[in-house]
């Protein structure tokens, strides 16, 4: 279990991003974290992953502080940003992921998922010649080898092919199966609806909604969940009159 115990964290003395949050992830969850831009969802992964400072509370896997290095070997994060080294083909790349987590390559996943892909042509080539679509896949390609414990995924599906991200929800879907547990920041609701089995929503800092997915299909939806948040039709109403 990922246990986070509270979580106070501010970038300035009068401006807290998160506020006091508890949050307890299970072994298994596919977790969809989602939030309007500013509430803290990639500060929140940032502090999961170690890649910040915590200043209050603590952040535990099984009950080992998440800056022990067998936490951080368990957490794999894939972020929005797709900044790889250019210099390294895709299979460079791989390799070089893999020995930072300890693992083997086993060639005949590679060569599934790569066809999966469609990317096997392209595993000798250089990243810097990679568009964004091929830096996510390859990322994708990487994380289902490596097989961690957490994965973590911050709107890396934005900018693949359909198919890509069909076979990408296929994939995930098969990793959540096998109680791996599952992170996903997206802006594409539908998206996690389909996939996720709960959901935590953000909102200035605190956890303004932590349910099981399933109950949101059955009575409401994400997006009309997301606009009771926003405000979205005293906007409308507004936007109509003036």
Excluded: W
């Excluded at 401006?15 to 508890?22: A, D, E, G, I, M």
């Excluded at 099981?212 to 009309?224: G, P």
């Amino acid at each position: 279990m990922l246990e986070l115990k509270n979580i106070h964290f501010s970038y300035g003395k009068n401006s807290p991003v998160l506020k006091n949050l508890n949050l307890k992830i299970k072994q298994g969850d596919f977790l969809a974290l989602v939030g309007p831009n500013g509430c803290g969802k990639t500060t929140l992964i940032k502090l999961i992953c170690d890649l910040l400072e915590k200043q209050e509370g603590s952040i535990k896997l099984n009950g080992i502080d998440n800056d022990d290095f067998r936490v951080k070997n368990a957490i794999l994060y894939l972020p929005s940003d797709d900044i790889l080294p250019d210099f390294l083909t895709g299979r460079e790349y791989i390799q070089l992921m893999l020995n930072m987590y300890q693992r083997k390559l086993d060639k005949d996943s590679l060569h599934r998922l790569s066809n999966y892909y469609s990317f096997e042509s392209a595993l000798d080539i250089l990243i810097e010649e990679y568009s964004n679509g091929m830096k996510k896949k390859v990322q994708l390609i990487t994380a289902m080898l490596i097989d961690p414990e957490i994965l973590i995924i911050d709107e890396t599906l934005n900018g693949i092919d359909v198919e890509s991200r069909e076979i990408t929800k296929l994939l995930l879907t098969k990793l959540s199966q096998r109680k791996k547990t599952i992170i996903i920041c997206s802006h594409d609701l539908h998206l996690l609806e389909e996939v996720c089995n709960k959901v935590v929503i953000l909102y200035r800092g605190k956890i303004y909604l932590e349910k099981e997915m399933d109950d949101i299909r059955k009575t409401s939806s994400l997006l009309s969940i997301f606009r009771e948040i926003i405000n979205h039709q005293d906007v409308i109403d507004e936007i109509m009159t003036s």
